[in-house]
């Protein structure tokens, strides 16, 4: 039973229930057997330079398989089995993923088959890289807090007792370690929580042989290696506390520590940190720390979870004297990676040899650098309760290692963009090849969206309500274009397959953020964002239904601000306050079909001349006359990074940016009646000229679009999910509403087709997901409009910003293809 917080209201929606009664029955369930052919995997390096030992994560539920399903599963290149291992990903005690590794020379494609093969999954044996243990005594006893006498003994979960503290000589190296065959870390597990490292001279892991000759022996050179940092009382390499203002506040005070090693794996370890009741802040919070490491790599993968939200974690680094303290970028999209690192003789080797060490993390979740007289410290925001980040170390005494800072930079600069720009990948699994079989019909085009908007009404849609979680972005829901466009893909899908229930969902939501005086929660008008007209479609269909005084108010106040809005000198919305000057495509779509439909049913179409000149001016200012295309953004003033000093305008045609001008044509050419021809006129011409330059960038296999369109062979560059279904939801409407040729019917169709075969994804449960969708896109506060920015944003599944034309797309391919 999923219950949210609707305002003032409970909504209690069984969401079980929901997709049980209301989805559609799937052409075929999910075997309980498996062929051996599981899934082909298209795998293209972004980046202009190799990835030795790349990593992917595959979860069995993308595949198409259950956990009992996956027991055998390998990935094969021609007749090579490739590296690989199933792992417990989420920590929860289950196998959930395949693990794969491999090289990748720079923008190289490569080809990879999943199967299912017992002999193969046999037959893969694969050198120990990784390790993750815990150790301590037994047969010996407790005097006080130290034990005397005993011997080590492995175990894979570990509560200490209460009187277990720093130096009691119980657990092994004081706490548990994980390593790779480049650089060993422990944490330890009592009061201080730091982590430390222990360099690696062999080559191979190490942790096994550390420590069993007492606590001393590691402090000195070993033919492994040995424990290269002093910690004290700091963060030491990577670990996490709180900022309290002045200091870190270290994760001390609890009721108990247990820890746990989730894999112990060729490829791939991990441990799982428990810290119970940990008093912070005037608060009482449980932490689960989840660290991963893969062979190769000197990288560990930090998740940290909370059971209630709390600001200003703290991750850093140890502050030693000598060193000098490295920064990555800032001037970044917050999607990017970056990093703190510092270098230098900090050892305690006795040497001169050099150790650097980092954390890396999303510069949007960065609040604040700072220190206090033991760490280097970046304060993180949390999204909600969730924090990820990586640390490392790189040593020059291990084999190959870094000697200079030079190459230490030049190393952190290569892993950010690693982590920023992932792998292209297309998945096409069994399951979902299966579903897709078969003859596009009207009802075929209902039933994905139908089956998408049933996945979603689980996954997010009843959360978007004020009070609730947005899941895309990782923050509470507010009044967002996205809620909008969101819902109303479900209010046109509805009109062809009525579900009361999932109506009510849809009123509900809107409903959440209105209030009795007729005030919107979360909007603010003096932001002047056009962004957040978009909702207001939704909200007088819902006005249309049942008229309440307090939508009416709402309403108003939203054409309030578009009455207010600064404009650029020839009366086009800026994109928002904080954004002078400037005119994006998204805009378009974000204002115009709410004034459009405002002007309709209240003022007899009085604004009706100022949407349709908010398109001449895009036109005029937007077009490239050379493709038909529009650039992403125009800046009257030339001022921005992004904007060409002569002209003003961006440098990219990003597609979703046109998508949003192309639904925009197509839906407020609906509102204009169609006796208002001189209104029309330019809107349809528009359309025409944009329908034929749509068509030279469409994709000739797939029929789908990249998202940046006219630039399809570049590094990076990817068949975007949320552009193709505009301009599919675009190209049949336009046909179904005599506002395009009748020869698009066939554009149309193809790229619907392709909006199938190349995104969705099939689950074992029957759930669907869209995936290979740019989760983001703007201009400025450190986003420079290049091509490489717009590779550089995340590549995510589920959001609304796809999801909803996806839905919109099928319920104009239905009316296109002749519906019952």
């Not at 002078?580 to 001349?609: R, T």
């Not at 505009?726 to 169709?749: C, E, H, P, Q, S």
Request: glycine share 8%; proline share 4%; with cysteine.
């Amino acid at each position: 039973m999923a219950r949210i917080l609707f305002g003032k209201t409970l909504l209690s929606l069984s969401i079980a229930a929901v997709v049980s009664a209301c989805s559609p029955q799937p052409a075929a369930t999910a075997p309980t057997a498996v062929s051996s052919n599981i899934a082909s995997l298209s795998v293209s390096n972004p980046s202009t330079f190799a990835r030795k030992e790349q990593i992917l994560l595959l979860p069995f539920s993308d595949l198409g398989v259950t956990a009992d399903q996956a027991q055998a599963l390998v990935a094969v290149s021609g007749n090579n089995t490739v590296a690989s291992q199933l792992i417990d990903h989420s920590g929860d005690g289950s196998k959930d993923s395949l693990l794969l590794q491999f090289d990748l020379t720079a923008a190289e494609h490569k080809q990879l088959q999943i199967v299912n093969d017992q002999a193969r999954f046999s037959a893969l044996q694969l050198p120990k890289r990784t390790q993750a243990e815990i150790s301590h005594k037994t047969g010996g006893q407790w005097q006080d807090a130290k034990y005397i006498g005993g011997e080590f003994q492995n175990v894979t979960e570990l509560t200490p007792p209460p009187q277990y503290t720093d130096h009691s000589e119980w657990i092994r190296y004081e706490g548990p370690g994980i390593e790779s065959d480049k650089v060993g870390y422990r944490i330890y597990l009592d009061w201080r929580n730091g982590f430390d490292v222990f360099g690696n001279k062999t080559g191979q892991p190490v942790l096994h042989q550390v420590g069993l000759d007492g606590y001393k022996s590691y402090h000195e050179m070993a033919d492994w290696g040995m424990d290269l940092l002093k910690v004290g009382k700091s963060l030491g390499a990577g670990g996490f506390g709180y900022w309290d203002g002045d200091k870190v506040q270290l994760v001390s005070k609890l009721s108990g520590h247990t820890a746990k090693v989730i894999e112990n794996g060729a490829l791939y370890s991990a441990l799982q940190i428990q810290y119970k009741d940990w008093q912070i802040a005037g608060k009482t919070t449980n932490l689960t720390a989840n660290l991963g490491m893969t062979a190769g790599s000197r990288l560990v993968h930090t998740r940290l979870s909370l059971s209630e939200p709390l600001d200003n974690i703290a991750i850093g680094l140890v502050r030693l004297p000598d060193t000098k303290v490295l920064h990555g970028k800032s001037e970044i999209t917050g999607h990017s990676w970056t990093y703190l690192a510092t270098w230098g003789e900090q050892t305690l080797t006795g040497s001169n040899d050099k150790l650097g060490m980092a954390i890396l993390y999303k510069r949007g979740a960065n609040k604040q650098l700072t220190g206090d007289e033991h760490s280097h410290v970046a304060v993180m925001t949390p999204a909600g309760t969730e924090l990820e980040y990586y640390f490392l170390s790189a040593w020059d005494g291990e084999p190959g290692g870094i000697k200079t800072e030079a190459e230490f930079v030049e190393y952190l600069e290569q892993e950010v963009a690693k982590l920023t720009l992932t792998p292209r990948l297309t998945l096409k699994t069994a399951l979902s090849e299966q579903q897709k079989s078969g003859e596009l019909t009207a009802k075929v085009a209902l039933d994905w969206s139908e089956r998408l908007a049933a996945s979603e009404m689980t996954r997010q849609t009843p959360y978007y309500a004020y009070g609730g979680w947005d899941y895309e972005r990782k923050r509470p829901s507010k009044w967002e274009y996205t809620t909008g466009l969101q819902l109303q893909a479900y209010d046109d899908l509805l009109k062809l397959r009525p579900n009361p229930q999932w109506q009510q969902v849809l009123s509900d939501v809107i409903d959440s953020f209105i209030t009795e005086d007729g005030d919107i929660r979360t909007y603010k008008i003096s932001n002047y964002n056009i962004d957040s007209l978009n909702s207001g479609n939704m909200l007088l269909r819902e006005y249309q239904r049942n008229p309440k005084p307090e939508y009416k108010q709402a309403l108003d106040l939203l054409r309030k601000q578009l009455t207010e809005h600064p404009r650029t000198s020839e009366g086009a919305f800026w994109h928002k306050q904080i954004y002078p000057h400037q005119l994006w495509l998204d805009g378009v779509y974000m204002g115009m079909p709410f004034l459009a439909n405002y002007s309709k049913a209240f003022e007899q179409g009085h604004a009706f001349d100022e949407v349709v000149k908010e398109f001449t001016i895009s036109r005029d200012k937007l077009r490239d006359p050379n493709t038909g295309l529009y650039y992403h953004a125009w800046d009257e003033a030339r001022a921005q990074d992004w904007a060409d000093k002569d002209t003003g305008l961006a440098s990219q045609f990003w597609g979703r940016g046109l998508g949003w001008l192309a639904m925009a044509l197509v839906d407020v050419l609906e509102i204009i009646p169609e006796e208002q021809t001189e209104l029309r006129q330019p809107l349809l011409d528009m359309s025409a000229e944009l329908a034929e330059a749509l068509v030279k960038v469409q994709d000739g296999k797939t029929g789908t679009w990249h998202q940046i369109l006219d630039k399809p062979a570049a590094p990076g560059n990817y068949l975007e999910s949320s552009a193709s279904s505009m301009f599919t939801y675009f190209f049949a409407k336009g046909v179904n509403n005599g506002y395009l040729d009748a020869r698009y019917k066939a554009t149309a169709i193809k790229a619907y087709q392709g909006l199938v075969d190349e995104f969705i994804l099939v689950h074992p449960d029957n759930s669907i997901s869209l995936v290979n969708t740019c989760q983001v896109a703007g201009l400025g506060f450190g986003r420079d409009g290049s091509y490489n920015y717009y590779m550089s944003e995340p590549v995510f599944r589920n959001d609304a910003k796809a999801n909803g034309p996806f839905i919109m797309a099928g319920v104009q391919m239905a009316k296109l293809l002749g519906t019952d």
